[in-house]
């Protein structure tokens, strides 16, 4: 199944970030956003696919006259239109793309070497709806887009250890909504902001990764700002939790 974004609208309240269904969320934060709630897929049934798909956890093989499928195998629609072609390794599928009704491209995977694999979706106008690259069977980044192509969502993951480089969500003007980079890889600290509807800036600081706990904190100054951009407090942090505020 595709990877699926949903954003609520939200008050300031705890929440996990949002991911590719990975158990191993490590960052909370207070988010006062608009709503993005990600579309259902066109065509769900394109996922069944996946299940012959290795890479995307797929533990089935697809059986073709009672064997195995080996080489390049299509369905069609009713109307005789493509829905799928892929190529099959022992019943495993390892390069393959579906098709809308339309005939435009619905996805398509592709596994570029024994480690390396990508699986690009779009929207049913053509345009790139989510592109994702995984290694060795893990995905290390992901992207969401919008149906007029601009960003909506990223994250990347690090190649070796268990949290994020990157989180950033976008509205569909464009404007930030959260940004989440590692700016201290000794330290494990990520910078954060947080933003109102419109692009204004709404809170900043840093979190720390704790490698025993497995989870991510905030930690040091931490600045929230009124909508006109005036400073509203400053909270001072160690381990999630407030020593002052101001």
């Not at 300031?12 to 269904?21: K, V």
């Not at 250890?161 to 590692?182: E, Q």
């Amino acid at each position: 199944m595709r990877p699926s974004v949903v954003i609520l609208l939200l008050f300031p309240l705890a929440l996990p970030y949002w991911s590719l269904a990975q158990p191993d969320l490590i960052l909370e934060s207070d988010t006062y956003g608009m709503v993005l709630l990600e579309e259902d897929d066109p065509n769900p049934e394109m996922n069944g696919y996946e299940e012959f798909n290795p890479t995307m956890g797929g533990n089935k093989l697809r059986q073709c006259a009672q064997w195995p499928c080996n080489g390049w195998v299509q369905d069609i629609y009713p109307d005789g239109d493509l829905k799928h072609r892929g190529l099959y390794a022992e019943g495993a599928l390892v390069i393959y793309r579906n098709y809308y009704p339309n005939g435009r491209l619905e996805r398509e995977f592709r596994q570029q070497d024994v480690i390396k694999s990508v699986l690009r979706t779009y929207h049913p106008n053509g345009v790139l709806r989510s592109e994702t690259r995984f290694a060795n069977g893990a995905v290390l980044k992901y992207e969401d887009h919008y149906s007029d192509g601009s960003l909506r969502y990223v994250e990347q993951r690090h190649r070796s250890r268990p949290y994020y480089l990157r989180m950033d969500l976008f509205a569909p003007t464009g404007d930030p909504l959260s940004l989440l980079r590692l700016v201290d890889r000794k330290r494990v600290e990520f910078e954060m902001k947080e933003y109102y509807p419109g692009g204004l800036l709404r809170s900043e600081g840093r979190a720390r990764y704790d490698r025993q706990l497995m989870d991510t904190r905030k930690v040091g100054t931490w600045r929230h700002y009124e909508r006109d951009g005036s400073l509203q407090r400053e909270e001072l942090l160690v381990d999630g939790k407030v020593q002052s505020d101001r």
